[in-house]
């Protein structure tokens, strides 16, 4: 049943609806990526809050028209220190990212393809300068333990 229903999704997704995103997103969903479910939109203007890795500073992560790029956000300056994001190579997306791209891409569907390629690559942290894996550091923090896979 649910095999069915992530075809019927795909084969809507094929279609190009004009509500791509949220098939999209349910595409992911019945795949078992919840929390890309969740996240996903059209990366018009998506932004995400994650943890260093390395210090724990909370790093707000920009993907869309207002840029690339990883900061420290102020309440009162917006996002300050900002360090361009490092998108990873097509040929070196791991999956499920790797499978998300061939989707959008297969769909012409290029913001969302290009914004994955962002969303698994690498960040700066403004604090400490250390870089680390966006999709990792996003998926430790939004993925329920249960439904973590090796």
Same mark, same amino acid.
């Given at each position: 049943?649910?095999?069915?229903?992530?075809?019927?999704a795909d084969?809507?997704?094929?279609?190009r609806p004009?509500e791509?995103?949220?098939?999209?997103?349910?595409?992911?969903?019945?795949?078992g990526?919840?929390h890309w479910?969740?996240?996903l939109?059209n990366?018009?203007d998506? @932004?995400y809050?994650?943890?260093c *890795?390395? %210090?724990g500073?909370?790093?707000?992560? !920009?993907?869309g028209?207002?840029?690339?790029?990883s900061a420290i956000?102020?309440?009162?300056?917006?996002?300050?220190?900002?360090?361009?994001?490092?998108?990873?190579?097509?040929?070196?997306?791991?999956d499920?990212?790797?499978?998300?791209?061939a989707t959008?891409?297969?769909?012409?569907?290029?913001?969302?393809a290009e914004?994955?390629?962002?969303? @698994?690559g690498?960040?700066?942290c *403004?604090? %400490?300068a250390?870089?680390?894996s966006v !999709?990792?550091?996003?998926t430790?923090?939004?993925?329920p333990?249960a439904?973590e896979t090796?």
């Amino acid at each position: 049943m649910l095999s069915r229903l992530r075809d019927l999704a795909d084969q809507q997704l094929r279609s190009r609806p004009a509500e791509y995103d949220r098939v999209f997103g349910d595409l992911l969903a019945l795949a078992g990526q919840y929390h890309w479910s969740a996240a996903l939109e059209n990366f018009a203007d998506d @932004f995400y809050t994650v943890a260093c *890795p390395h %210090c724990g500073a909370e790093v707000t992560i !920009a993907i869309g028209d207002y840029g690339f790029y990883s900061a420290i956000r102020d309440w009162d300056r917006g996002d300050v220190e900002r360090r361009e994001l490092l998108p990873t190579q097509v040929e070196e997306l791991p999956d499920p990212g790797r499978w998300m791209h061939a989707t959008a891409v297969r769909d012409r569907q290029q913001r969302i393809a290009e914004g994955i390629r962002y969303l @698994f690559g690498r960040a700066e942290c *403004p604090t %400490c300068a250390s870089v680390f894996s966006v !999709a990792d550091a996003y998926t430790s923090a939004n993925l329920p333990p249960a439904l973590e896979t090796a």
